[in-house]
């Protein structure tokens, strides 16, 4: 079994270990760098799915061309895609949100979703998202670390380490992997 991350970020590929990990000791999780074919700052909530989209069917077709997996494999392809949104009706407002979207594509191309992640950001964060700033490396420049996002985090910064971006992911990934395993449970009952 294989799980196929969209992403050579270490945040993204330890979340889906840790989730992978229970169920499937043996399994190997591979990370590979794909385009998300959305901004860098995903402004809208279905922005955000459609770049975690993007980037599962990204890297599906990546690996199935580099020879690492093929449609007789076992395996999952995942896309993990965060962004912000308006909430409400008003894409006019100076409030954000964060969400985080993941999506799952197996060896049949069935498609499996989670969201979550969903908070307020700080003022000040909005605020240099609104100018036009990318969260990461806007955050990471008002804290001097350029490394932020693949590190701890916003969600590290704003809970003051109570938990962080891998942790956060990993939820989300857990929610979707387990929809693609009940599912799966289900086909072979």
Not at 24 to 32: K, N
Not at 160 to 174: L, Q
């Amino acid at each position: 079994m294989k799980f196929i991350v969209a992403s050579t970020n270490p945040v993204k590929i330890n979340a889906v270990s840790l989730v992978v990990k229970e169920k499937f000791p043996q399994a190997a999780v591979l990370g590979f760098a794909v385009d998300s074919g959305v901004s860098a700052q995903p402004r809208s909530d279905e922005e955000t799915k459609l770049g975690s989209l993007n980037r599962a069917k990204a890297v599906r077709d990546l690996a199935i061309a580099e020879k690492v997996i093929n449609t007789q494999d076992e395996f999952l392809c995942l896309g993990l895609e965060g962004g912000v949104f308006c909430p409400g009706s008003s894409q006019n407002s100076q409030e954000l949100w964060s969400t985080v979207w993941v999506t799952a594509i197996d060896q049949y191309g069935l498609e499996y979703y989670s969201n979550g992640g969903r908070f307020p950001l700080p003022e000040f964060l909005a605020k240099m998202i609104l100018s036009g700033r990318e969260m990461g490396p806007a955050l990471g420049d008002y804290l001097n670390d350029p490394d932020l996002r693949k590190k701890q985090g916003m969600i590290g910064v704003v809970t003051r380490g109570f938990t962080d971006r891998t942790m956060e992911y990993a939820s989300i990934a857990r929610l979707c992997i387990g929809l693609w395993y009940g599912q799966l449970s289900q086909t072979s009952a």
